[in-house]
C-alpha cells in the first residue's frame, strides 16, 4: 500500500510540475492557448460519405485554422454514443436511431449537429421481385435484420401505413443481411440508400426501396454529430470551433459532391476500391439528404426529433438507466442544440 500510495503522489508532483512549466513557457506567464487544442472524433464505421465532411475539414485545414487538433478515431466495434459518454472521445458520429436508445439509457450526450436530414436508409427488396411493389406486399415475409429493437416497429407501421397487417418475420443477420437479400435468404432488409442501395446496382443486383416518410411514418435525422455533454458545457468555444468547421465540410459536400468525394478519397488512400461507388454516393447525399428545406447544412428541428424518438417511447422499446420501460416521453429539447452552427 505505501508503494501505492508514494507512486500516486509522484504522479501528482509530475502533474503540478508540468502545469508550472507550461504556464511559465505561455507569453506573460499564462497558459498557453494558442496550442491546438486536441479533439477527437469517433466514427460509427470505416470510412464512407456519412464522413465525407470531416475528412473535408481536415484536408482543407479548416480545422487546424479554428485552432483544433482534430483525431479522427477509427471504429473499433464500440459505439460512439459509449465512447462519447464516457468521455473517450469528444464527439462521434451517431443516428437518431441509436442516439435515442442510448440517450434514454442515461448516456450523457448531446447531438450538436445534423449530418443526413433525412432517413439514410429504406425497406429495400430486389428489384426483380414483382411480388413486392409495396411494403403492404411484405406480409408473410422474412425481414433480414441487424437486432435493433426499433427495427421490427418500425417495419410493422409501414406496412400497416401501407395497408397491410404487419406480420412478418426477423432473422438477425447484421451486415450479411444484404448477400442474404441478394441470394434471395431474405425477401427485405434496410441498406443505406446512398451507399448499400448504389453498390448493389454496380454488382449488377438492383434493389427497389419504399421510403419510410412515403408512408406517413416519421422522418428522422438519418446521421448526426453528437458531443460529450459534460465537456460541451466545460468547453463552449472549442465546441463551437468544431462544430463550424465540421458543418463548413459537409457544406462543401452539398455543394461540390466531387470535390468533396476525390477529398475522401486522398485522406484515406486504399480504402475504396470502387471510386464510382463515393462518387455516385456523395452526388446523391447532395442531392437529396445533406440540406433542409431552406438549404442549409447541420440543423434540427424539435418537431423531428419528437417524431421518430416520439415513436419509439410510444412503442415501448425504450429503457431507461434502471432498465425499466421509458413510458413518459422525455423533453427532446434537451436532446440536441443548434447553438454552435454558423449563423446564416
Known amino acids: 500500500m505505501a508503494r501505492t500510495h508514494t507512486s500516486r503522489t509522484l504522479v501528482v508532483l509530475l502533474g503540478a510540475l508540468a502545469l508550472l512549466v507550461a504556464a511559465c513557457a505561455a507569453p506573460g506567464g499564462g497558459s498557453a492557448a494558442a496550442s491546438p487544442s486536441t479533439v477527437r472524433i469517433a466514427l460509427d464505421w470505416t470510412p464512407n460519405t456519412n464522413h465525407t465532411g470531416l475528412y473535408v475539414a481536415q484536408q ?28 473517450a472521445a469528444e464527439f462521434g458520429v451517431s443516428f437518431q436511431n441509436s442516439f435515442t436508445f442510448s440517450k434514454a439509457a442515461g448516456a450523457d450526450i448531446t447531438s450538436v449537429m445534423a449530418v443526413l436530414q433525412h432517413w439514410g436508409s429504406a425497406i429495400a427488396v430486389r428489384a426483380d421481385r414483382a411480388d413486392i411493389t409495396s411494403p403492404a406486399d411484405l406480409d408473410g415475409k422474412v425481414y433480414g435484420g441487424f437486432g435493433d429493437p426499433g427495427e421490427e416497429p418500425k417495419m410493422r407501421a409501414v406496412i400497416r401505413n401501407a395497408g397491410g397487417r404487419g406480420e412478418f418475420s426477423t432473422v438477425s443477420l447484421g451486415t450479411s443481411a444484404y448477400e442474404a437479400l441478394y441470394a434471395g435468404e ?27 416518410a412515403d408512408y406517413g411514418f416519421p422522418d428522422a435525422y438519418g446521421v448526426v454529430l453528437i458531443g460529450n455533454s459534460p465537456w460541451l458545457a466545460a468547453h463552449p468555444e472549442q465546441a463551437a470551433a468544431f ?85 413518459t416521453r422525455p423533453d427532446f429539447s434537451t436532446w440536441f442544440t443548434t447553438q454552435y452552427l454558423a449563423q446564416p
Do not use: K
Not at 485552432?67 to 465512447?83: A, E, H, M, R, W
Not at 431474405?186 to 419510410?212: C, K, M, N, Q, S
Open 60 to 87: 482543407e485545414g479548416w480545422f487546424a485554422e479554428a485552432g483544433l487538433d482534430v483525431q479522427i478515431l477509427p471504429y473499433n466495434q464500440t459505439s460512439p454514443d459509449t465512447l462519447v459518454s464516457s468521455g
Open 186 to 212: 431474405v425477401d427485405f432488409t434496410e441498406p443505406f440508400v446512398a451507399w448499400e442501395g448504389i453498390e448493389a446496382e454496380l454488382r449488377g443486383e438492383p434493389l427497389r426501396t419504399f421510403a419510410y
Open 243 to 327: 462544430v463550424r468547421a465540421a458543418q463548413r465540410g459537409y457544406q462543401l459536400a452539398a455543394d461540390d459532391p466531387a470535390r468533396a468525394a476525390q477529398l475522401l478519397e486522398e485522406a484515406n488512400p486504399g480504402a475504396f476500391s470502387e471510386p464510382e461507388l463515393v462518387e455516385r454516393s456523395q452526388a446523391m447525399l447532395s442531392e437529396r439528404y445533406l440540406r433542409d428545406a431552406s438549404g442549409r447544412v447541420g440543423t434540427q428541428t424539435l418537431e423531428q426529433w419528437s417524431g421518430y424518438s416520439g415513436f419509439l417511447v410510444d412503442a415501448g422499446v425504450l429503457t431507461g438507466p434502471d432498465g425499466a420501460p421509458v413510458t
